[in-house]
């Protein structure tokens, strides 16, 4: 989790008051990245969209809200 939240913000560029990724990677690369599995970081993703910390939309990223440092 710390990893994946981590490689988010290192991915990010600040754009106003957000930060957002522009072109994300698919969560199998992303799980690759942080060496993790695909499910790992799509329940991952689900937890942060659910809870209104990112919001995706096609292939951007938002970070909406601090992320988490952990759960």
Same mark, same amino acid.
């Given at each position: 989790?710390? %990893?994946?939240? @981590?490689?988010?913000? %290192?991915? /990010?560029? @600040?754009?106003?008051?957000i930060? +957002?990724?522009?072109?994300? !990677?698919?969560?199998?690369?992303? $799980?690759?990245?942080?060496? *993790? *599995?695909?499910e790992?970081?799509?329940?991952?993703?689900?937890?942060?969209? @659910?809870? +209104?910390?990112? /919001?995706?939309?096609?292939?951007?990223?938002?970070?909406?809200?601090?992320? !988490? $440092? *952990?759960?």
């Amino acid at each position: 989790m710390k %990893e994946t939240i @981590k490689l988010l913000y %290192e991915m /990010a560029h @600040k754009e106003g008051d957000i930060f +957002v990724i522009h072109d994300r !990677p698919t969560q199998q690369e992303l $799980a690759n990245m942080v060496g *993790s *599995s695909r499910e790992m970081v799509n329940k991952i993703m689900h937890e942060l969209t @659910k809870g +209104v910390y990112i /919001a995706i939309q096609d292939k951007t990223l938002r970070i909406e809200r601090t992320l !988490p $440092a *952990s759960w």
